[in-house]
């Protein structure tokens, strides 16, 4: 039981364990960790358990919200780890420093190292479940998935920029019409979303975090997903309520540079985009400009503010 609360709530970015041990639940161990360690979260056995343990409690107790665990992890960590290089050495640590830099381990061929490439193998039986009824959507990436319903070949293909953009549309192609049911994850953030079949609004048929369309499906039936992104606040513990992440769906938006103007709560909140994936905050001195951890690159950054 300890886990799958543990599974249920975590830091913003979805990691947990600095320095590779387990903390106790809103303690100061995590604030004090923004100053004292680099070794944030051990990203490829990490992402790797996370993602494979949030997949068994889906499949267990049909609940959606572990998918939003599983999606939170993977773009705060795994997918922001640089590329592993022809000699051995690995991106290790997701670094939540207030003063972060993504950095490969020093050694070659560290420990775990070889879990990242399993992560990216796993994408395929993360992002959909099966059962006799049809078929589970868990997780919203450009991304193709073929089965057989009763007889027919059947697939359904994604087509968006989620979750830089709001609406998921997904494709229908089948030898013959069949029924059968889709159950669709909507996140516990995604307040007030919709859903579309061929340009029809639907009613969200709700059950533990899914939405559920059974319909007799024919080719071309085309489904749109609007999931209202919107910024909001989560602070690091209930003992600092002032040190926040900005946070826009599942991703942590991360700010540049370390030394930071003063900022308040309302300006975070007022972050406006300012490119494909850049995000910007006025203050009373300043700009700071925010980045998924996808688009770090090199920059130095970090990941909470203290905000007025």
Same mark, same amino acid.
């Given at each position: ?10 830091? $913003? ?6 320095? *590779?041990?387990?903390?106790?639940? *809103? ?32 499949? =267990? ?11 939170? =992890? ?42 990242? $490439? ?17 078929? +589970? =959507? ?58 579309? =079949? ?31 992104? *919107? ?27 370390? *030394?930071?103007? $003063? ?37 130095? +950054? ?7």
């Amino acid at each position: 039981m300890a886990s799958i609360c543990w599974t249920r709530k975590a830091t $913003p970015p979805g990691g947990w364990g600095p320095d *590779e041990t387990l903390r106790r639940p *809103e303690s100061d161990d995590l604030y004090e960790s923004l100053s004292k360690t680099h070794s944030s979260f051990e990203t490829p056995c990490g992402s790797y358990a996370h993602t494979k343990l949030t997949r068994y409690l889906i499949r =267990v107790t049909r609940d959606g919200s572990y998918g939003d665990s599983m999606e939170r =992890v993977i773009w705060n960590t795994v997918l922001g780890a640089k590329p592993l290089e022809r000699d051995g050495h690995a991106f290790y640590y997701s670094d939540y420093n207030n003063d972060g830099h993504r950095r490969y381990h020093p050694d070659a061929f560290p420990c775990c190292s070889g879990t990242l $490439p399993q992560v990216a193998a796993d994408y395929r039986i993360n992002s959909y479940l099966r059962d006799a009824d049809g078929l +589970y =959507v868990v997780l919203y990436m450009p991304s193709s998935v073929q089965w057989e319903q009763d007889g027919a070949k059947v697939a359904l293909s994604q087509q968006h920029a989620y979750p830089l953009d709001s609406e998921v549309r997904m494709l229908i192609t089948t030898s013959s019409p069949q029924e059968f049911s889709l159950r669709l994850r909507i996140p516990a953030w995604a307040r007030g979303a919709t859903l579309a =079949v061929n340009s029809k609004q639907l009613p969200m048929q709700m059950d533990r975090g899914f939405a559920t369309l059974r319909r007799r499906w024919v080719s071309g039936d085309r489904i749109d997903l609007h999931l209202p992104i *919107e910024n909001r606040l989560v602070p690091i513990n209930v003992h600092h309520p002032e040190t926040v992440a900005l946070m826009r769906g599942p991703l942590v938006l991360f700010p540049l540079g370390q *030394e930071h103007p $003063p900022v308040t709560r309302q300006q975070l909140l007022a972050a406006r985009r300012s490119g494909p994936d850049t995000w910007k905050v006025d203050t009373a001195k300043g700009t700071i400009q925010f980045v998924p951890f996808t688009s770090i690159g090199d920059h130095a +950054y970090s990941t909470y503010l203290a905000a007025t």
